[in-house]
């Protein structure tokens, strides 16, 4: 059986969004009538909190929404970044129909305000370059694949969006395939929201085999 690394973080009624000064979503507890029942009910839901996947919808007119990305495991490469944000040097040879995932560290700051705020991104030259040598899926372990102080257009979205690659912002526990040098693959399914640009996801890595 493979071994299951969840790679998505814990939301609660208290989880911050973007830009960190509102939740998540709000949620109220419904009487039916039974003291053994319990049933609650989500209101004001941001389908790009936490971790969530950005369908080419997003920032594509004429891309495909979230309820029409294809359920598949794709081949999982971890790039570690020691700097602000992703430049060209960091963007694998091999991205060819592969999950290239960011590994910045800003993950520590998840769920707090300061994870808002100068949190590392992907230049558009390095999203042209992923575009290029044909990635099948990005992701980051910060709340956006833009700098929104440093590149309010959007760049980085809007290359990939517009060539059709699935965004997975929020991503957490990176730092747990950072030593694995064996077969691993990446799944990140979202709800089937008709016609909707996104989706929180239940994302995952997935090894081959059991550690001993």
């Not at 707090?112 to 992923?130: K, M």
């Not at 899926?137 to 257009?153: F, K, M, R, Y």
Request: net charge negative.
């Amino acid at each position: 059986m493979p071994r299951v690394i969840d790679l998505s973080q814990q939301l609660s009624s208290r989880s911050l969004s973007y830009p960190g000064t509102s939740v998540v979503y709000e949620v109220d507890d419904i009487d039916i009538g039974d003291p053994d029942a319990r049933v609650s009910r989500f209101s004001s839901f941001d389908i790009h909190g936490g971790t969530h996947m950005d369908a080419p919808l997003h920032f594509d007119p004429s891309g495909a929404s979230i309820d029409a990305m294809e359920l598949r495991l794709w081949p999982l490469r971890l790039v570690q970044v020691s700097t602000p944000w992703v430049e060209t040097a960091s963007v694998p040879a091999d991205c060819k129909g592969a999950a290239i995932l960011f590994y910045t560290g800003w993950q520590e700051k998840a769920g707090t305000p300061a994870y808002y705020v100068g949190f590392p991104h992907i230049s558009a030259a390095a999203a042209a370059l992923l575009v290029e040598r044909g990635v099948g899926l990005v992701g980051i372990d910060s709340p956006s694949v833009d700098g929104i102080e440093a590149n309010p257009t959007y760049s980085t979205h809007k290359l990939l969006c517009g060539a059709g690659i699935p965004i997975v912002e929020g991503l957490v526990n990176l730092d747990l395939l950072v030593a694995l040098d064996e077969d691993v693959r990446f799944a990140a399914f979202p709800l089937a929201l008709e016609a909707l640009e996104a989706s929180p996801v239940r994302a995952v890595a997935l090894l081959r085999h059991d550690e001993q």
